[in-house]
């Protein structure tokens, strides 16, 4: 019988609740997963992801080094019913984000948008799309839910709302935690990072922040 994650030596307590609450309980049930999907689980790092496949190998188990495959637990989503079809909530349109920026009703948030644009456009060398109606993205990855939802998504973006600026993309759970922590005064969300302004962090650090998730 498969070892249980529980028993696997060197896994810190946060990464075996992460692994429990995306439903694996066993060496086995991990056998072919998505190595990236797992560092996005918070409380996943690379040390004992590298313990976990230590373990794994004395099994004749295997990891999955390609695309991350998200998991139901990672966004809150809900199983698909019987019957229904799989559909992307957020697109991108045809507006320009230069544009929609400049039209913010709250000055400060125009001006530190612009700043981020530029930011994002200097470190990605993508031009930014505009998804949904308030975020600013670049790139493009696709993702798929346990559930049976898949799309696409930005790889890394931004939206300068009102109450705080919301960075996406940038909180790859494990890989990127010394970028994220070298920012300054953040909020962590689910997948998400919040900041009330830009003064409050490095920028520096949010340029070395970018070019790390972007290349991730």
């Known amino acids: 019988m498969s070892m ?6 060197g896994l810190s307590a946060p990464m075996r609740s992460a692994l429990a609450e995306a439903g694996f309980t066993t060496l086995a049930d991990l056998d072919g997963q998505s190595r990236t999907a797992l560092l996005h689980l918070h409380g996943v790092g690379k040390v004992g992801l590298t313990r976990l496949q230590e373990a794994m190998e004395q099994e004749g188990l295997a990891l999955d080094g390609g695309h991350a ?9 809900a199983p698909l019913a019987a019957g229904r079809s799989a559909e992307a909530k957020t697109a991108p349109s045809g507006d320009s984000a230069r544009e929609w920026i400049a039209q913010l009703p709250w000055p400060r948030r125009v ?10 456009e200097d470190v990605t ?3 930014a799309r505009m ?3 308030s975020m600013v993205g670049f ?11 898949e799309g696409d998504t930005m790889r890394v973006g931004f939206s300068p709302r009102k109450g705080a600026i919301t960075l996406y993309g940038l909180q790859s ?4 935690e010394d970028l994220v922590e070298a920012l300054g005064r ?22 070395r922040l970018v070019a790390a998730a972007w290349a991730g």
Do not use: M, N
Request: charged share 25%; aromatic share 10%.
């Open 4 to 9: 249980t994650i529980a028993e696997t030596p």
């Open 69 to 77: 495959s998200w998991t139901a637990t990672d966004r809150g989503e």
């Open 111 to 120: 001006e530190q948008g612009l700043r981020l644009l530029e930011l994002f």
């Open 125 to 127: 060398g993508a031009p």
């Open 131 to 133: 998804w949904g109606p």
């Open 139 to 149: 790139g493009e990855a696709h993702y798929q839910y346990a559930t049976g939802r």
């Open 173 to 176: 759970y494990g890989s990127h």
């Open 186 to 207: 953040t909020r962590l969300g689910k997948g998400c990072i919040y900041v009330h302004k830009l003064e409050d962090i490095d920028l520096a650090a949010l340029r």
